[in-house]
């Protein structure tokens, strides 16, 4: 008996039938993709994009040079060098990160003690070759001198930063 039911489920091709009544029963229904350049989706206020770094009101950057970042980072994408200025605060002479390492973890974002280093909501950005990705101190700051107000916003309705 089993024998004669497996060749009829085999003759009559009965996993295929069943495929088609599924892909029938999603064909018919509503569609729920995005076109991506037109229509975007909500994006959470904590959302990790494109690197920036953030200047003072009065101009002056706010990275102090303290290398958490660079000793945080589990991807090692930070690199930092500092130097003495004369009024004897130490400021940073190179900031690089490689977004080709990076992971997005946040953890630089999280260990700096001046808000200086943050992660944006900016997830349009691509390189065609690897050096372009990667982010040298003043491409890092152009990016937080664009967006400071969407910067600013996010940690004005973020708890963390009250």
């Keep these: 008996m089993k024998i004669i039911v497996k060749f009829l489920k085999t003759f009559l091709l009965l996993e295929l039938v069943k495929g088609m ?3 029938g ?5 509503r569609k729920i993709t995005v076109q991506f350049p037109e229509e975007k989706t909500p994006q959470g206020f904590r959302f990790r ?3 920036a770094l953030r200047r003072y009101d009065n101009g002056e ?8 970042c660079e000793a945080v980072c589990p991807a090692l994408a930070i690199n930092i060098e500092t130097e003495e200025r004369a ?3 130490r400021r940073t002479t190179r900031y690089d990160i490689d977004l080709v390492k990076c992971i997005f973890c946040g953890l630089c974002e999280e260990s700096c ?3 200086a280093i943050v992660e944006t909501r900016i997830l349009e950005y ?20 664009k967006h400071e107000k969407q910067i600013s916003k996010d940690r004005a309705s973020d708890s963390r930063y009250r």
């Design 21 to 23: 009544a599924l892909t």
């Design 25 to 29: 029963r999603h064909f018919f229904a």
């Design 49 to 51: 994009g494109l690197h």
């Design 61 to 68: 950057e706010r990275c102090i040079g303290c290398k958490l």
């Design 87 to 89: 009024d004897g605060t």
């Design 113 to 115: 003690p001046v808000d």
């Design 126 to 145: 691509h390189g065609e070759k690897r050096s372009d990705l990667y982010y040298t101190k003043s491409m890092l700051l152009a990016v937080g001198e």
